[in-house]
């Protein structure tokens, strides 16, 4: 089955500056991946998502880059604020969704004012 | 639309005793999710459903959990009988097709 790396486990950053997330994925059929945001004692829920058929996709601060040959993927966050702080969780799929998702094992992210 | 609805949101409850969790999906998605969240194995798939059939329940630790889906609106997770390495936080998922899922607020369960 698929399987899915997550660095770094722990990222600690200053107020405005940038952060990354990367994700490996072991199965070369899946074809999409998201990434949610969990805070502290909430759910997680869904902050961008990314299909095989682009490489990247920004939605204000944070963007997602997506190397299939590598079979990898990266969660880029820029201007970081303390309120980004959050347990952030990447998966992968396949069949486009119509699948389960395989999640990261999480990157705790801590924006210090 | 509310979301995706789960009960209770806490539960503590001594070894040896039956746990019920309880689901309502948002309205019209066709899949439904089961995950466990631990600090040590994160977010475990147990088990989902489409169209109110479940499809994989390899992610089912033992026996002693068994889920059922009787119509759209509803799910339920059992455990019986629970042991303390049960306690961890399960969290309902929905999603409709090729959409994201939406997770619902949880249930931490402690067994104690």
């Known amino acids: 089955g698929e399987n899915v790396e997550q660095h770094p486990s722990t990222l600690s950053v200053q107020e405005g500056d940038s952060a990354v997330i990367k994700c490996t994925y072991s199965d070369s059929a899946s074809n999409y991946f998201p990434w949610y945001k969990q805070e502290l004692g909430k759910r997680p829920q869904l902050i961008i998502d990314i299909r095989s058929n682009v490489g990247e996709k920004k939605d204000q601060r944070i963007a997602v880059t997506l190397n299939k040959t590598a079979k990898h993927f990266s969660l880029h966050i820029t201007e970081t604020q303390p309120e980004d702080s959050a347990v952030y969780f990447c998966a992968a799929s396949k069949n486009s969704g119509y699948s389960t998702l395989t999640f990261g094992k999480g990157t705790m992210l801590l924006v210090s004012p | 639309d509310a979301g995706v609805i789960q009960s209770p949101r806490h539960e503590v409850t001594e070894m040896g005793q039956e746990v019920t969790l309880r689901c309502k999906p948002i309205?019209?998605?066709?899949?439904l999710f089961w995950y466990r969240q631990t600090m040590m194995r994160g977010l475990e798939l147990l088990i989902y459903?489409?169209?109110?059939?479940?499809?994989?329940d390899s992610g089912m630790p033992e026996d002693r959990f068994s889920a059922k889906m009787p119509n759209a609106s509803f799910s339920t997770l059992k455990i019986q009988p629970s042991e303390p390495r049960d306690s961890a936080v399960y969290f309902c998922?929905?999603?409709?097709?090729?959409?994201?899922?939406?997770f619902g607020s949880g249930t931490r369960l402690t067994v104690v």
């Open positions: 309205s019209g998605h066709d899949y």
């Open positions: 998922a929905s999603s409709q097709g090729t959409s994201g899922y939406t």
């Open positions: 459903f489409n169209n109110n059939v479940p499809i994989d």
